[in-house]
C-alpha cells in the first residue's frame, strides 16, 4: 500500500520547477494528482509525463487570483479525481526590485497571486474537508518571510502573511481534523530563481554569494523540496498543524 493510494491531491503552480517535482513524486508513492497552473501547457506536460510513468494525473487551467477559475477547477477535479484530500498551494511570483523602485501595481500582483490566490484556494476547499473531517494544507512560503530578502519586500511580506494564516487556519480548522503546514524553500534553481539572477545583476556572484551563506554549500533543486511537502501531507504528520518548516540547506 503506498502512502498517498486513492488520495486526490491538489498542486497549484504545478507546471513549474517545485511544483512539477511535488506532483511527481506524489503520483509515485499512488497519488491522483491535479496539476493547477495558469499556464496549461506547463501543466499538460506535467501531468503526460506523470502518465507515461504509469501514474494518475490530469492537468487543470486555473488562475489563483481569480475565484471563479478556482471554483471552475476545484469543481471539475472533484468530478473526475474526487475530493479534495490534499491541497499543495505552491503558485507563486516575485518581483526582484528594492522596494522604492517597485510600483502599486506590481504589489497588487505580488500580494494577489502570492497571498490571495492561496486564500481562493483555502476557501474552496476547506467546507468540504470539514464536512469530511479530514485535510491536509500544506503551503509553501519562503525563507523571506523569516528571515526577510533584499529585492523581495512585498513577496516577503505576502510568504509572511501566508504562515501567520496557515498557523491561524490550523487554529481553526483542527477540530475539523485538518492539518496545516507551511514548507519555506530556500534558494531553489527553477524559472522564479532564474528571474531573481537576472534582477539581481551580477548572477555570477549572486551564485557565489549564496554558495557561501548555505551551510550545506549548494542552492536547492526541485525535487529537494517534496520529501518535506509530503511528510506534511501524510500520516506520519498526522498530529502535527500549524508548523513552518525551512528546506534550504541550513
Ligand atoms: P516556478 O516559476 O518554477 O513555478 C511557479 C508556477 O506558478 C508556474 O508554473 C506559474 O505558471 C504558476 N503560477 C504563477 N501565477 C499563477 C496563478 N495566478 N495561478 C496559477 N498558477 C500560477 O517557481 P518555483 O520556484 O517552483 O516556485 C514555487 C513556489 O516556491 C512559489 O510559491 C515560490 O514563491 C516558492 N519559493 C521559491 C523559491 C526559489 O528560489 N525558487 C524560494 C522560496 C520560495
Known amino acids: 500500500m503506498q ?14 520547477g517545485i511544483g512539477g517535482a511535488t506532483c511527481r513524486r506524489f503520483a509515485r508513492e499512488g497519488a ?44 471539475a477535479t472533484q468530478q473526475s479525481l474526487g475530493s479534495v ?10 518581483v526582484f526590485k528594492p522596494f522604492t523602485r517597485t510600483e502599486s501595481a506590481q504589489w497588487d500582483k505580488l500580494i494577489a497571486i502570492n497571498l490571495t490566490g ?65 514548507v519555506c524553500p530556500g534558494p531553489t534553481d527553477t524559472a522564479l530563481f532564474a528571474d531573481y539572477k537576472e534582477g539581481a545583476g551580477n548572477p555570477e556572484k549572486l551564485m557565489e554569494a549564496f554558495t557561501r551563506s548555505i551551510p550545506l554549500g549548494r542552492i536547492g533543486q526541485p525535487d529537494d523540496l517534496p520529501g518535506a511537502i509530503l511528510y506534511f501531507a501524510s500520516d506520519d504528520a498526522s498530529f502535527v498543524t500549524g508548523q513552518v518548516l525551512s528546506v534550504s540547506g541550513g
Open 3 to 16: 502512502r498517498f493510494e486513492s488520495k486526490t491531491v491538489v498542486v497549484t503552480g504545478g507546471g513549474g
Open 85 to 94: 484530500d490534499v491541497l499543495v498551494n505552491n503558485a507563486g511570483w516575485d
Open 118 to 182: 492561496a486564500l481562493h484556494m483555502h476557501h474552496a476547499v476547506l467546507p468540504g474537508m470539514a464536512a469530511r473531517k479530514a485535510g491536509r494544507i500544506v503551503n509553501i512560503a519562503s525563507d523571506a518571510a523569516r528571515v526577510g530578502s533584499s529585492g523581495e519586500a512585498v513577496y516577503a511580506a505576502c510568504k509572511g502573511g501566508l504562515v501567520a494564516f496557515s498557523k491561524t487556519i490550523a487554529r481553526e480548522h483542527a477540530r475539523h481534523g485538518i492539518t496545516v503546514n507551511v
Open 32 to 75: 491522483k494528482v491535479a496539476v493547477y497552473d495558469m499556464n496549461l501547457e506547463a501543466a499538460e506536460k506535467v501531468a503526460s509525463g506523470i502518465r507515461e510513468e504509469g501514474g494518475q494525473a490530469q492537468a487543470f487551467c486555473c488562475d489563483i487570483t481569480d475565484r471563479a477559475s478556482v471554483d471552475k477547477a476545484v469543481e
